[in-house]
């Protein structure tokens, strides 16, 4: 059971918007600390994708987007595409546990 | 450009260790710290712990400790994670990533960027 809690899965056909939610407590996000948002395609190491909340690395494309509110962030996707199909990471720091990572979301283009 | 290149294979009994290298390459090693995590088959991300490649101070998940210890060799800009007293349940890839921040209390600004490629340990008897 994942501190940051993300649902299992989420899909879209292409060319939609999708979100991904990533929820936690007042120990990690709602006590100000960034999330930081990871893709990882099938049989493939992750690679960021967000950092800080809402910045992107050089080379992501910027269909890819994050926010942050409260005790959540949010990971948006538009204009999605095949090539998106992947699972999809939040991570945060906990006050009680350090680094952690949320359960995971499996991204299904239809 | 950056790059972290991790060991190979490993297939273990129950009750050995696993050492686990991971090179760094294209920025300056001591200027940042390196983290492990794991993926068990099927599952999802674990944070297994970080190193300060700038000073040797760790931070490890309180799952783990006793059982694992990382290290770093700045000579050859290669980080080390080893892990005793393996179970069948340490079965996973254990990825290296270079983390954004070199000093224990920056870690709540702490992210990984790049990743190695992993290392499947096999524990099996």
């Known amino acids: 059971q994942s501190v940051l809690t993300q649902p299992p899965s989420v899909s879209g056909a292409p060319g939609q918007r999708v979100t991904i939610s990533c929820t936690g407590s007042?120990?990690?996000?709602?006590?100000?600390?960034?999330v930081h948002w990871y893709q990882q395609l099938p049989g493939t190491a992750p690679k960021l994708l967000i950092y800080?909340?809402?910045n992107r690395p050089s080379g992501v494309p910027d269909r890819f987007s994050g926010s942050k509110s409260g005790t959540s962030a949010s990971l948006a996707i538009t204009g999605l595409q095949a090539e998106d199909e992947a699972d999809y990471y939040c991570?945060?720091?906990?006050?009680?546990?350090?680094?952690?990572f949320g359960g995971g979301t499996k991204l299904t283009v239809l | 450009q950056v790059q972290l290149v991790q060991s190979g294979a490993e297939v273990k009994k129950p009750g050995a260790s696993v050492k686990v290298s991971c090179k760094a390459s294209?920025?300056?090693?001591?200027?940042?710290?390196i983290s492990w995590v794991r993926q068990a088959p099927g599952q999802g991300l674990e944070w297994m712990g970080w190193?300060?490649?700038?000073?040797?101070?760790?931070n490890y998940a309180q799952k783990l400790q006793g059982r694992v210890t990382m290290t770093t060799d700045t000579s050859t800009s290669t980080a080390y994670m080893e892990l005793r007293s393996l179970r069948s349940d340490d079965t996973a890839v254990y990825y290296c990533?270079?983390?954004?921040?070199?000093?224990?209390?920056?870690?709540?600004?702490?992210?990984?960027?790049?990743w190695g490629q992993g290392t499947l340990v096999t524990v099996s008897s």
């Open positions: 990533a270079r983390a954004r921040v070199a000093l224990e209390q920056q870690l709540g600004l702490c992210w990984f960027d790049p």
């Open positions: 294209g920025y300056t090693f001591t200027s940042y710290g």
């Open positions: 190193i300060s490649a700038y000073n040797g101070n760790t």
């Open positions: 007042s120990s990690n996000i709602g006590a100000g600390y960034d």
């Open positions: 800080g909340n809402s």
């Open positions: 991570q945060s720091y906990d006050s009680s546990l350090r680094l952690v």
